[in-house]
């Protein structure tokens, strides 16, 4: 893989990102307190000099109702139906190819309401 590719999936991020903040009509300082996180850490994020970690690129689909793509791993809110409203979002997470990783070691954790998935791949 060539690193022009490795890199345009990045900035491809940063355009979903700055373009979702946008959207919802927020600025940088207002989506940083939502996320916990510094203002410079959204501006590194929208300029492509930094990706975020999952857990914050999962609350940005929760916050935006917004659907992310990294390279061939969809992250987006998972619609519900009208009956069931009562339920919250539910975050879902979506390969449009098969991904496979040796020795990879994913933990799926329920936990008070939520469910807690961490995945170690060896590089």
Known sequence: MSKTIDIEWKQKLADQIK????????????LAKILGVSRQMVINYEKNKGVP?????????????????????????????????SVPKQLRLDFEKSQTFQGAVISITPKEGQILISAKIPA
Do not use: G
Not at 19 to 26: K, P, T
Not at 59 to 77: G, H, P, T, W, Y
């Open 53 to 85: 970690a999952i857990n914050v690129l999962a609350q940005m689909a929760v916050e935006f109702e917004a659907r992310f793509k990294i390279k061939d791993l969809i992250i987006s809110v998972e619609q519900v139906s009208p009956r069931l409203r």
């Open 19 to 30: 373009e979702a903040r946008e959207s919802a009509n927020l600025t940088q300082d207002e």
